[in-house]
């Protein structure tokens, strides 16, 4: 008989049914692997930006007490670079990314030189202040414009001014000239943002185990994207079948795009392990390592011209920006100015006449690759910029050079002349003018004009910020159009086990998301079974179907398509097999509420608990089933989703200070469909601080001869939960039509939209007395310095 029909649990703000063992100390990180036997290995890095090795003298740390092994360049230079699996589409790029452990030179502060193993970390501290190296050292030079002058130190031979790639879209370059020249009004602008360090509350680590007996490899590594680590490092790096390497990710504290890539200790801490006879050996950086050489993200410097008509209307468009790569090339590296950012400049207006350029290059810093929103986010600070620029230069309020720009609803699917994917949907004024009614937005400009008038020290400050991002990564044949050197699907098994309990593995995989919460408030709503019966297994190669990871905001419109599509498998099986065994036509059948029946008999139906157990058991199955109650699926979207919204920032400047108050923050997204808001306003409220704290706190700052400034969080500021306003979150509806579940996707969407929102609002703040930019971090230094200058 089947069940009356339970409670729907999509759209319900479940709390995430990780967090007790996560919150109580019982989740297993990297540095929670214990292992028999375990060796630890430590990084001797170099103190220089840019340097020649001469020699390395490790013989008295071969002989201290605890040593099992000191290895350098020279003992390991067999084994392959690490690759670069995204390049920019369509150019030439210089390809040079870094060896396990430096070789001849290094080109960055913090280059592995060295690696001893021993028993302990404390003796490997001590054994790597024992090895002896000489460098000569060479010029250096950290800043991405200028490392392509004339005379510029150079990095590498096969990159001349240390230029990895020129690449452009939109259309020609003189066409979008001659538009700015005949335009009423031209604004000619330099746009920065500013090289940030992703800092997860958890650092990076790896161990790595050889067994002798069977050839075979098991990695634990804070991992994004372990299917992936495991092809690159067995095809590309160690040169071993694929099948020979497993990769469990543990507990994942935090990523932000971090623990996408490949990184050195790696495939390192696993051929150490074969040198020592299969004894495991760990890896785990600290901070400061951390922030030197864990990849760091966005880095641009633009140039930018813009046109338009005396109403505000934006004629024209060209961005040149020069953005750094860092010393090597990072896994994904140059797809994130290019694809990602590039072909998103346009953000959610139409704009006729648009080019942008993209100079990649190397510089003496840390790796710079993808960081929250990557690619969109600098996309969307420069469009918003450019939208405010307009708004001052012809005095049309910027929230209606706003609603004159924007792609209206009728004009989807949009085509932005950028070469990239149409946007599917969108309402963009609905989302607009919510966001204004929520913040009282006409009121707050009257209250502006006041305090100008009367002088006030706290000047109002009202910042707009409209934003489209391109999520769900995304279809293969485009993305391999794109320089991707893979595919972009993703993968599902559902399994209704001959108790009726249900597993889900799936290729996607969570580092604070709240995976095993919404894929099961999906199946359970699919498949009509109890929450708690729904088992969620991920981060494991050897139990999980091959799935390339999570970023992009691709884990629910993606990974949750498939396990929605194998969901819908495994129900129309099990209606199969219920017509049989009620010896009714297939077409007769009804699945609702946990159960199939045929129609209008429900009391005489069968649960699905039960059409597992007969499928298992395999009694009395149609001719030509195969038993069990299972299905995988391999999904590979059409397109890319496209969520979008306006957030709104209300800050005071202090005229004396310059210091910045955020007084509220307002809002609007429509990501489409919401499985679980509660864990939708999370992502939303993590991206909106991140996001603040570009605008106001973050930045890395290099001397000139490449030593980091920022090294530690003593240097480097990240926002406090002291530092963020209480979020006032609405939300429109808009569902995709890409994906059968409607979802566009959240993860990056705060981060986006809110380096602009407050970045525009602290230069509404002062625009009064002439300033039209600043650049970020508006700290209260640099936000005084601008005002004594124009005064």
Not at 529 to 549: A, L, M, N, R, W
Not at 739 to 766: C, F, K, M, Y
């Amino acid at each position: 008989m089947v069940a009356s029909a339970p409670e729907k649990l999509v759209g319900k703000p479940i709390k995430r049914r990780e967090d007790p063992r996560l919150i109580t100390g019982a989740g297993v990180f990297i540095d929670d692997v214990r292992l028999p036997g375990l060796a630890h290995m430590a990084v001797l890095r170099s103190p220089y930006a840019h340097a020649r090795i001469v020699s390395i003298n490790a013989d008295a740390a071969r002989a201290m007490p605890g040593v099992l092994g000191v290895f350098t360049g020279e003992d390991i230079k067999h084994i392959n670079p690490l690759p670069c699996a995204w390049q920019a589409p369509g150019v030439e790029n210089k390809v040079n990314t870094p060896r396990l452990l430096a070789l001849d030179e290094v080109h960055q502060v913090g280059d592995p030189v060295a690696v001893v193993v021993t028993e302990s970390p404390y003796q490997a501290k001590d054994a790597l202040a024992a090895i002896e190296v000489d460098y000569e050292e060479l010029p250096a030079v950290v800043g991405a414009r200028k490392a392509t002058t004339p005379g510029a130190p150079q990095l590498h031979e096969n990159a001349p001014s240390n230029i990895v790639f020129r690449w452009s879209c939109g259309q020609d370059a003189d066409q979008v000239d001659a538009a700015l020249a005949a335009s009423e009004v031209q604004v000619r602008e330099r746009i920065g943002n500013q090289q940030l360090i992703p800092t997860a509350i958890e650092p990076r680590g790896s161990i790595g185990r050889y067994d002798p007996g069977t050839g075979e490899y098991t990695l634990w590594a804070t991992s994004q994207a372990p299917h992936v680590h495991r092809l690159l490092t067995a095809a590309f790096v160690l040169g071993v079948p694929e099948q020979k390497i497993r990769v469990i990710a543990p507990d994942v504290g935090g990523g932000f795009g971090s623990k996408i890539y490949l990184y050195f200790d790696m495939p390192l801490v696993l051929w150490l392990s074969e040198q020592l006879g299969g004894r495991p050996v760990k890896f785990f950086e600290d901070r400061s390592e951390n922030f030197l050489h864990t990849s760091h993200g966005r880095g641009h410097d633009s140039d930018v011209a813009i046109g338009a008509t005396k109403d505000g209307k934006i004629t024209a468009l060209r961005v040149d920006t020069f953005a750094n790569l860092g010393g090597y090339l990072s896994t994904i590296a140059p797809g994130t100015p290019s694809t990602l950012y590039g072909r998103m400049v346009a953000g959610c207006y139409k704009i006729p006449n648009i080019h942008v350029g993209i100079t990649g290059v190397y510089t003496n810093t840390a790796m710079v690759d993808a960081y929250r929103g990557a690619g969109r986010t600098e996309a969307s600070y420069m469009i918003e910029r450019v939208v405010d620029l307009v708004a001052n230069a012809t005095g049309v309020d910027p929230a209606e050079v706003r609603r004159l720009n924007f792609v209206q609803p009728e004009d989807f699917p949009f085509d932005n002349g950028l070469g990239g994917l149409p946007y599917d949907s969108g309402d963009y004024e609905k989302a607009l003018n919510r966001a204004l009614e929520m913040v009282g937005y006409e009121d707050l400009r009257r209250e502006q004009a006041e305090r100008r008038e009367n002088g006030d020290r706290k000047m109002l400050g009202i910042g707009l910020s409209s934003f489209v991002e391109a999520c769900g990564l995304g279809p293969s044949q485009y993305m391999g159009r794109e320089g991707w050197a893979a595919g972009l699907w993703e993968s599902a098994n559902v399994r209704i086990h001959l108790t009726g309990k249900v597993v889900v593995t799936t290729g996607s995989l969570p580092h604070g998301q709240g995976h095993e919460t919404t894929f099961s408030q999906l199946v359970a709503d699919e498949l009509g079974v109890p929450f708690e019966d729904i088992q969620v297994k991920h981060s494991d190669t050897q139990g999980t179907p091959f799935g390339y990871g999570s970023y992009g905001s691709r884990s629910l419109a993606v990974g949750g398509t498939a396990i929605y599509k194998s969901v819908a498998k495994v129900r129309e099986k099990a209606m199969q097999l219920a017509a049989h065994l009620l010896e009714a036509a297939p077409e007769d059948i009804v699945y609702e509420n946990g159960g199939a029946y045929v129609k209008g008999s429900p009391e005489s139906g069968k649960t699905i608990q039960e059409l597992a157990g007969a499928a298992h058991v395999g009694y009395d199955l149609p001719a030509g089933m195969e038993p069990t109650l299972e299905a995988t699926t391999f999904y590979d979207p059409p397109s890319f989703t496209f969520p979008f919204g306006t957030h709104i920032c209300v800050v005071e400047v202090d005229r004396d200070t310059g210091d910045t108050e955020v007084k509220r923050y307002v809002a609007v997204d429509d990501v489409g469909n919401v499985v679980n808001p509660l864990i939708v306003d999370g992502q939303l409220h993590g991206g909106i601080t991140q996001g603040l704290g570009q605008a106001l706190y973050e930045g890395v700052v290099y001397a000139e001869k490449g030593e980091m400034l920022t090294g530690s969080l003593n240097d480097y500021a990240i926002v406090r939960a002291s530092m963020a306003p209480m979020f006032e979150l609405e939300n429109t509806v808009t569902p995709t039509s890409v994906n059968p579940l409607g979802a566009r996707g959240v993860g990056e969407a705060g981060a986006i939209a809110s380096t602009p929102a407050v970045a525009n609002a602290v230069i509404d703040a002062v625009s009064h007395l002439g300033i039209r930019n600043m650049d970020m971090p508006l700290t209260p230094e640099r936000v005084w310095r601008s005002m004594a200058a124009n005064t």
